[in-house]
Antibody, heavy 122, light 106 residues
Framework: QVHLVQSGAEVKKPGASVKVSCKAS????????ISWVRQTPGQGLEWMGW????????NYAQKFQGRVTMTTDTSTSIAYMELRSLRSDDTAVYYC???????????????WGQGTLVTVSS | SYELTQPPSVSVSPGQTARITCSGD??????AHWYKQRPGQAPVLVIY???ERPSGIPERFSGSSSGTIVTLTISGVQAEDEADYYC?????????FGGGTKVTVL
């Protein structure tokens, strides 16, 4: 059974960085990419970007360019998302999800990790 | 970037049919996917590529597409179907979600 298990909740001060991990199991890690999606309190879903677990190629949403870095460790089947220069409006639940895609045509997310709450507060 | 528009809420009685729409200018050229999210839980994929149902998703969930509108249909709604539903679309370099629709089972 495919599972994604994320690291625990974080509390950060404005200007700091956070790094969230996502451990995959139940499938060949390098056969799929990982996307990261966040959900601000009471709001909808926002795609942040994608990383190929096969070759490390990344594609970040324009909004997060320059502030986010996604990496993978194929030896442990763990994906990481680091977000820098945190602001109060970065307070959100951050999800990783296995990214299913057809070439450059379309992609969808299945399954999702349980989510990691990141709180940014002074 | 483009947008996907969903109605904020849909109410339905048990056993009836719920239809949730998602509209967007790029939908005639892009596949759409649907997720169900219950409070405090992660989203779950219920429909992908407009009308494909993942294994383990009940047959009462179906999807359709017509022009700039895609529709998620829940037939014979059950209490456990009460949740937020999100559509998602885009090419692989820019994917967006709709604002979500809260389905209330009366």
């Amino acid at each position: 059974q495919v599972h994604l298990v994320q690291s625990g909740a974080e509390v950060k001060k404005p200007g700091a960085s956070v790094k969230v991990s996502c451990k995959a199991s139940g499938y060949t890690f390098t056969s799929y990419g990982i996307s990261w999606v966040r959900q601000t309190p009471g709001q909808g879903l926002e795609w942040m970007g994608w990383i190929s677990a096969k070759n490390g190629h990344t594609n970040y949403a324009q909004k997060f360019q320059g502030r986010v870095t996604m990496t993978t460790d194929t030896s442990t089947s763990i994906a990481y998302m680091e977000l820098r220069s945190l602001r109060s409006d970065d307070t959100a639940v951050y999800y990783c999800a296995r990214d299913r895609r057809i070439a450059d045509i379309t992609n969808w997310f299945d399954p999702w990790g349980q989510g990691t709450l990141v709180t940014v507060s002074s | 970037s483009y947008e996907l528009t969903q109605p904020p809420s849909v109410s339905v009685s048990p056993g009836q049919t719920a239809r949730i729409t998602c509209s967007g200018d790029a939908l005639p050229k892009q596949h759409a996917h649907w997720y169900k999210q219950r409070p405090g839980q992660a989203p779950v994929l219920v429909i992908y590529k407009d009308n494909e149902r993942p294994s383990g998703i009940p047959e009462r969930f179906s999807g359709s597409s017509s022009g700039t509108i895609v529709t998620l249909t829940i037939s014979g709604v059950q209490a456990e179907d009460e949740a937020d539903y999100y559509c998602q679309s885009g090419d692989t370099s820019e994917t967006v979600f709709g604002g979500g629709t809260k389905v209330t089972v009366l």
